[in-house]
């Protein structure tokens, strides 16, 4: 799939060297390992999704994740990462919209994430995407770094 110039296609094994890296940039304070990565990864595509957004050079420049563990289970969004030379064009919305497909494919009935309370940008976007606020986890991302709990049901 392509829109705006960018790109949208399946991950690779091959693609999970550069996801770490970005990871790092994107998620510094708790960023996955490789070895998190691989193990997600394993389940692709049963029961995981993982597709990554190149640009006009076919450079990755983000990446979404998604779990469905059965039909009629919720769907779990694990990441949404974009570079942020790369943010408010419409990549994370692109990125939810292409996860909320294959996740009602699969027979999920709703979407649950986690989000920095901080991260006002994301929060904005799940919430204008039909998102709704559920709860709060404290230290989710480490001591201090609380998570919102997210969720929206599929139709």
């Known amino acids: 799939?392509?829109?705006?110039?960018?790109?949208?296609?399946?991950?690779?094994?091959?693609?999970?060297?550069?996801?770490?890296?970005?990871?790092?940039?994107?998620?510094?304070?708790?960023?996955?390992?490789?070895?998190?990565?691989?193990?997600?990864?394993?389940?692709?595509?049963?029961?995981?999704?993982?597709?990554?957004?190149?640009?006009?050079?076919?450079?990755i420049i983000g990446y979404a994740a998604v779990m469905v563990p059965a039909p009629g289970l919720e769907a779990d969004v694990l990441t949404v990462g974009v570079l942020p030379a790369h943010r408010k064009g419409g990549i994370g919305t692109a990125f939810m919209g292409l996860l909320e497909i294959w996740a009602q494919e699969k027979g999920s009935n709703a979407m649950m994430l986690e989000v920095g309370v901080d991260n006002t940008g994301a929060i904005g976007l799940y919430e204008s995407l039909g998102y709704s606020r559920v709860s709060v986890r404290k230290n989710y991302y480490g001591a201090g770094a609380d998570a919102l709990v997210m969720r929206k049901e599929l139709r």
């Open 1 to 59: 799939m392509s829109k705006n110039g960018v790109t949208y296609r399946d991950a690779m094994a091959l693609d999970l060297p550069i996801l770490v890296s970005m990871e790092k940039t994107l998620f510094a304070d708790a960023p996955w390992s490789m070895g998190q990565f691989k193990e997600e990864f394993k389940g692709v595509p049963r029961t995981h999704l993982f597709i990554v957004a190149l640009d006009a050079s076919d450079e």
